[in-house]
């Protein structure tokens, strides 16, 4: 552990004598997550990249063609990053590049045949948002009539997100969609419930409850679908080493351990700009795989604090003004996901010759590719002022509004 950590975004300074670097800029921008620092060189290693704190970043073995570098090649913020994985795997490992998402759609109907059978009737949880529409749409062509897509209202969607659900999802894509109003259900068992981490446990089970309880009515319903991604397991689960849980992602770290029924995952080694990719290749309307992401446990990650059905009514109308000024503004495409956050702080305000003493929403906004790193998004100052005065100006409880600039990391995107 070193003096000092590095977090965000950082300068590379290519020494230029190493062939993991090759055709690298002397400088470049890399994203660093680490509070770690060489202080003595192994034997027979090299320094071949600095920091701009002048911390080692990259160091090799010229003879035995080995690396270790101290930021993210993998993450888009790091401008050159293709550059030297590409130098990795085809350069030094002299590997085949024959990876082809091209073939992902028809493999992955096979094996979703094979593990479901000839008869095996399959739930597929929608959340309205592209993992699940494109797991149902992939479904859906596996195993026909076979599928049965289950909406659950949590009470903690967006606004107008069933009826949204229903049209697009039902009518346009020709889902068959059983919504369920599972409110009550999930509020109930928030109630009180202020840690992050419980949260989501608690959404993960109930998710899973309300599933297991809508298999009963259908005969022969074994199996559960669902849109995990490859991130969401990296951050939940600690897959092939000492990697610690960032959060546990619903679908993932917050299952519960028994489960009657079998999970199919067939993008869970997919990130989100392949499903996108797969979405397309799938025919799903442009407007469904360009929507920014939503978190399975919606909202109740969104209100710091306990949930209440107010604080989320509060919310969701604050997160609709947004998103609407973003639309009119003709930013929402510009960004990658954005949503407005309740935050359980009172401050003072003065409205009118009123004092008010009211809540604080927090507004995010970031960019990013897989949802593994990103950064914030640079908002019009205009767009903001609009924002902030419509929230303000319609929604009483609130009135004071601030804008989130960090990125992940350090923070990661959602709050909780
Ligand atoms: P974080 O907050 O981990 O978010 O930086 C990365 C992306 O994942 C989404 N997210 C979730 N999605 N279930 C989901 O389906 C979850 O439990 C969950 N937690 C975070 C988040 O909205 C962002 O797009």
Redesign the pocket.
């Known amino acids: 552990a070193g003096g000092q950590g590095e977090y965000g975004r950082a300068e590379l300074q290519n020494s230029g004598n190493s062939a993991l670097l090759t055709e690298v800029s002397p400088v470049s921008q890399v994203w660093m997550s680490h509070g770690d620092s060489v202080a003595t060189l192994p034997t027979g290693f090299e320094v071949h990249a600095k920091s701009d704190d002048g911390i080692v970043a990259a160091i090799g073995h010229p003879e035995r063609q080995c690396f270790g570098i101290q930021f993210h090649p993998e993450v888009v913020h790091t401008t050159e990053g293709k550059k030297i994985l590409k130098n990795f795997v085809f350069g030094i490992c002299k590997a085949k590049n024959d990876w082809d998402l091209g073939d992902f759609e028809a493999q992955a109907i096979a094996r979703i045949q094979e593990q479901v059978g000839s008869d095996g009737q399959v739930i597929c949880g929608l959340?309205g948002?592209v993992?699940s529409a494109v797991v149902a749409a992939l479904l859906h062509k596996a195993v026909g009539e076979r599928l049965h897509c289950v909406f659950v209202d949590h009470g903690l969607l967006r606004s107008g997100e069933v009826n949204e659900v229903l049209r697009v999802l039902g009518e346009e894509v020709g889902l068959r969609i059983h919504a369920v109003d599972a409110s009550d259900r999930f509020l109930g068992k928030l109630a009180g419930v202020e840690d992050p981490e419980k949260k989501?446990k608690i959404i993960?089970e109930e998710f899973i409850r309300v599933f297991e309880d809508e298999a009963k009515k259908i005969p022969g319903a074994r199996f559960l679908a669902q849109?995990t991604l490859y991130?969401?397991v990296i951050?939940s689960v600690s897959v092939a080493g000492p990697s610690v849980t960032?959060?546990?992602?619903?679908?993932v770290g917050?299952l519960p351990e028994h489960m009657d029924l079998e999970l199919v995952e067939p993008v869970r080694e997919l990130f989100k700009d392949e499903v996108r990719e797969l979405g397309l290749q799938l025919k799903l309307p442009k407007h469904v795989v360009g929507r920014h992401?939503?978190?399975?446990?919606g909202l109740a990650?969104r209100i710091l604090g306990p949930v209440t059905r107010e604080s989320a009514d509060l919310l969701r109308e604050a997160d609709r003004i947004y998103l609407e000024e973003l639309r009119r503004a003709d930013l929402y495409d510009a960004i990658w996901?954005a949503f407005a956050v309740l935050l359980p702080v009172y401050s003072v305000g003065v409205m009118g010759d009123q004092r008010s003493y009211a809540q604080v929403v927090g507004l995010r906004a970031v960019n990013s590719v897989d949802?593994m790193t990103?950064d914030w998004f640079p908002m019009p100052s205009e767009v903001l002022g609009k924002i902030s005065n419509r929230i303000i100006n319609e929604l009483p409880g609130v009135n004071r509004v601030v804008y989130d600039v960090t990125s992940?990391p350090p923070a990661?995107?959602?709050w909780e």
């Not at 960032?246 to 679908?251: D, T, V």
């Not at 992401?293 to 446990?297: E, Q, Y």
């Open positions: 959340s948002g993992d989501r993960g849109g991130p969401d951050e960032i959060k546990s992602h619903h679908n917050g992401p939503f978190p399975g446990p990650i996901q949802g990103a992940k990661t995107i959602e």
